[in-house]
């Protein structure tokens, strides 16, 4: 019996949390279903957009699911808050692209390995109406845990074995420098591993130019962000880019789209996002195997071609393509 907690949020997180309760609920494996509220329906029901309460919820489970949940302006990031708490400080999020949907390369497969507690993210904001100042923490101990984070990865993975190194260093030479010398110092325990570092701006231009030279990329908070939804453009969109926040206590998965308030309720998400993250939850609690078959369900739906959702170019509704996959696990 595994306990997992469930928060779906708001927007279209409600309904991709459904697809993913349905695929748990036909799986011949035994859960225990707690749920927490969080996001903008959350803050105008609680006055918060995290109650302690689901914070419990997430810390006595053995993973977390999150869905999606709409910015609340003059609020924290639940989502982020929520990483904090748990301290999840890697962020994974896999690039893959599909048969049946048009990427820049048929064959790309590389991780973002991204830094999930600091950089500009610590949401540390100060100042007045006419100077406003954003601090960009760095930390050793946080740089050196995510690179050994990516390295294992990358033994593991049985790809390229090689680890790229994202930063800003000639620029921010403190911060960056710090990022940048803490993934050497980490590299000489794997000698089998191959490693180079780019510039983030060099970064986003060699993910269009040469995507296939990548394995495992690590990089800082900001810049592993925005690199990601970069490199789900590669692939086919948001709609097929899953994400594991991984800590040394505690599992978060949630899909890397948004809330995306203008399509919730019509029951057009893509649900696959959201499978694929169950999926990496369920790697990450030991059920492997189920994991793999669910990641080879949505690849055999998607290059069928037949129960799509809009965003990949069909006509089909939520459910109808998370009962297509489930169908295929089964």
């Known amino acids: 019996m595994y306990d997992i907690a469930i928060i779906s949020g708001d927007g279209i997180g409600n309904e991709v949390m459904e697809s993913?309760?349905?695929?748990?609920?036909?799986?011949?494996?035994?859960?225990?279903?707690?749920y927490g509220e969080a996001g903008f329906e959350c803050f105008n029901k609680n006055g918060t957009t995290l109650p302690?309460?689901?914070i419990?919820?997430?810390?006595?489970s053995d993973a977390t699911l999150f869905g999606a949940s709409t910015s609340t302006p003059g609020q924290p990031s639940p989502i982020i808050n929520l990483r904090k708490e748990l301290d999840v400080y890697a962020n994974l999020r896999p690039i893959k692209s599909y048969k049946g949907v048009k990427s820049i390369k048929d064959n790309i497969d590389f991780i973002i390995v991204r830094e999930n507690t600091e950089g500009l993210y610590s949401q540390i904001e100060y100042g007045d109406d006419d100077k406003v100042i954003a601090e960009r923490v760095i930390t050793r101990?946080?740089?050196?845990?995510?690179?050994?984070?990516?390295?294992?990865?990358?033994?593991r993975r049985n790809n390229k074995n090689k680890v790229t190194c994202v930063h800003k260093s000639n620029v921010l030479k403190k911060t960056d420098g710090v990022f940048k010398e803490s993934f050497y110092n980490v590299a000489k325990n794997y000698p089998e591993i191959a490693t180079e570092d780019f510039y983030v701006d060099a970064t986003a231009m060699y993910l269009i130019t040469d995507p296939l030279n990548f394995d495992v990329i690590v990089?800082?908070?900001l810049f592993g962000d925005i690199l990601s939804d970069e490199s789900a453009g590669l692939v086919g969109g948001l709609g097929l880019a899953p994400s594991g926040n991984i800590g040394d206590e505690n599992g978060l998965f949630e899909p890397v789209h948004g809330s995306a308030p203008d399509i919730a309720g019509k029951n057009i998400a893509n649900p696959c996002s959201m499978i694929l993250s169950?999926?990496?939850?369920?790697?990450y609690i030991g059920e492997k195997e189920t994991a793999l078959k669910i990641n080879e369900a949505v690849e055999t739906v998607v290059a069928k071609g037949k129960i799509l959702t809009p965003d990949l170019g069909g006509k089909s509704k939520t459910m109808e393509m998370t009962q297509a996959i489930v169908k295929e696990v089964i």
Do not use: G, P, V
């Not at 419990?56 to 006595?60: E, F, G, L, N, P």
């Not at 169950?278 to 790697?283: E, K, R, S």
């Open 141 to 155: 101990h946080a740089s050196e845990n995510i690179s050994e984070i990516a390295f294992k990865l990358a033994k």
């Open 56 to 60: 419990k919820i997430a810390k006595s």
């Open 52 to 54: 302690e309460e689901t």
């Open 20 to 34: 993913a309760e349905y695929l748990l609920d036909k799986l011949d494996i035994n859960f225990n279903f707690s």
């Open 219 to 221: 990089s800082s908070n």
């Open 278 to 283: 169950t999926a990496m939850m369920l790697d």
